[in-house]
């Protein structure tokens, strides 16, 4: 199973299960059921509307103008 990092205690343990059509991260139990993936930098983060951008990469393209 590929591994991703956490949106909430950002170690890498976080899978997709399946059978509950979710992720779950094995270090902090935490499930979520709406995480995108990051169009820069491909790690999963919980949106807020139609965000494609997770927030540290957005800050990362702000702070380059």
Do not use: A, H
């Not at 983060?45 to 990469?57: A, L, N, R, V």
């Amino acid at each position: 199973l590929p591994l991703y990092e956490c949106p909430n205690c950002e170690e890498e343990q976080l899978v997709y299960d399946e059978n509950n059509r979710n992720y779950i991260c094995f270090s902090c139990g935490q499930r979520f059921d709406d995480l995108t993936f990051c169009c820069e930098c491909g790690k999963p983060f919980i949106p807020k509307e139609d965000e494609i951008i997770c927030p540290e990469c957005w800050r990362e393209k702000l702070e380059k103008e």
